[in-house]
């Protein structure tokens, strides 16, 4: 089992029985709503995502969505919309709301099934779980995991987005050592090719940039880099 809630809401009720037998074989919990007012009567917050229908009855998907999104405690909760409608203007629409995918109907449930395992994947990569800190903090350097900002003695750092995700991997593993291999797994996932020397680069400027905390990152020759508290 993997703990995770979802909540489907759609007018269709043989539709939603269909979706809910089918994700909870896959291990979800999951509940149901025939219309965005009964959902809005729920605790929408408790869930992991929504499935959420776009033709429904007075308050449509999209509304529903823009009324979560501007809701401190749900705007984080992703959602995936379910419709018969597939113009590019509506797909556009849904991800202008804030939708983290779009299933036309008629869909397969291996389909929808990918779908959810995916979106869930991706959020938890990019929020961690509920106990992940939003800043790591280290005496005056500041790093904001949300903001996506690093800050000394309150003054905001310029650091790329490499230079960035170096640092936040670092001190999240204080005194752990990352070998260039790791560092590339960790950071240049998505390329085809990088040479070692870009990490080196990289580092480099890093330290540069953040004054007296670059000796923290030490260099151990023969393994890799570390962040290490004085």
């Known amino acids: 089992m993997n703990n995770y809630r979802i909540l489907v809401v759609d007018d269709e009720d043989d539709l939603c029985e269909i979706l809910k037998f089918n994700l909870e074989n896959e291990g979800y919990e999951v509940d149901t709503a025939n219309s965005a007012e009964e959902a809005l009567r729920m605790d929408i917050s408790s869930y992991d995502l929504l499935l959420l229908d776009v033709m429904m ?16 405690k749900t705007a984080h909760i992703p959602i995936i919309f379910i419709t018969a ?3 590019e203007n509506d797909t556009v629409t849904g991800f202008n709301l804030g939708a983290d995918d779009y299933i036309s109907k008629p869909f397969s449930l291996r389909e929808v099934a990918a779908r959810v395992k995916a979106v869930l994947r991706r959020t938890r990569q990019e929020h961690g779980n509920g106990d992940q800190p939003e800043q790591l903090t280290y005496r005056t350097l500041v790093l904001d995991i949300v903001k996506k900002k690093v800050s000394i003695d309150g003054q905001e750092v310029p650091l790329t987005k490499k230079e960035f995700e170096i640092l936040l991997l670092l001190l999240q593993n204080t005194g752990r050592v ?8 960790h950071i240049w996932s998505d390329e085809v090719y990088v040479l070692d020397r870009t990490i080196d680069v990289n580092i480099t400027r890093l330290r540069k940039k953040i004054g007296n905390y670059g000796k923290c990152i030490v260099t151990r020759l023969g393994y890799g880099y570390c962040f290490e508290a004085e």
């Open 57 to 72: 009855g007075e308050i449509s998907g999209f509304k529903m969505a823009s009324l979560l999104k501007k809701d401190k």
């Open 85 to 87: 409608k597939d113009t």
């Open 178 to 185: 990352f070998s260039r291999e790791d560092i590339l797994k």
